[in-house]
């Protein structure tokens, strides 16, 4: 049976991702902070499915993270078929007066987190010839966005990084996706705190499920695509918007659409 490692499994789209892989009957290794989550939808999925699961708890904002992830998963001989590098969260006001710390550990969890896992994963795969590694970006990684700056450029970062992945790859057996989802319904607007925001209204139109996000994921991985932005066509609007205006009117535009409650 092959197995996956989820990053931010204890809920939203890493716990859906969970489900949909263990009902294709995939071993899996389960990574997040909350410890009591981990190991209820551990059980859950080893009772209905008789998988193999694995739980490990860690903070992927600490330094040495991903080492500590692999080292595990190494003692335990098991063997990573499929990486989904998808913890991560956003932090929504003004820069200078969000918290320093928090802008820090989004580039330490979206950005480094991701980047080391991966390198330490890929080299094995790529011995072996095959493998998959699914980085979870966001249609935010297309354009930046006011007031939620860290978080867009963090995901331009692992859309850039992922498609030169995707390139370097193509010969060596192991594929790369990019996955972008639009708004999604999970704890991701409680965590970033979207509750600040004047247009919060407009958050809840057109919002995915986490179900779905995991089926176009793995439809587009059957495809051997390189990205794949997942949701309503409003989404695929987004993502080309910047292809056609110029950046300072773009950015522009989409300021007030963020801007915080006065
Ligand atoms: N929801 C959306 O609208 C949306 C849209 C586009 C992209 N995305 C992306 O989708 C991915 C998943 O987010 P989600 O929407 O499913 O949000 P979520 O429900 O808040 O889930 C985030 C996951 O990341 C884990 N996590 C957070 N901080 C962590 C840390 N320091 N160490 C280890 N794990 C940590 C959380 O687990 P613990 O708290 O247990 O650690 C949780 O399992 C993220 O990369 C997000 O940027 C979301």
Known sequence: MPTALITG?????GAAFARELAKRQTDLVLVARSQDKLH???????????IEVEVIVQDLIVPDAATN???????????IDLLINNAGFGDYGSFS????????EIIQLNILALVDLTHQVLPQMQQRGS??????????GF???PYLSIYSASKAFVLHFSEALWAENQHTGVKILVVCPGPTQTDFFEVAG?????????????IESPESVVQEALNALERDDCTVVT????????????????RKLLVKVVEPQFRPKA
């Open 9 to 13: 499994a204890s809920g939203g789209i």
């Open 40 to 50: 209820k939808l551990a059980q859950q999925l080893q009772e209905d499915y008789q």
């Open 69 to 79: 992830v692999f080292k595990s998963v190494t003692q335990k001989n098991i063997t």
């Open 97 to 104: 007066q969000t918290s320093r710390t928090k802008q820090l």
């Open 131 to 140: 493998g998959i590694i699914m980085n979870i970006c966001s249609i935010s």
């Open 143 to 145: 354009q930046p966005l």
């Open 194 to 206: 979207f509750n600040k925001m004047s247009n919060s209204g407009s958050q809840n139109q057109d």
């Open 231 to 246: 949701g309503s066509w409003k989404n695929h609007i987004i993502v080309n918007l910047a292809r056609f205006l110029p």
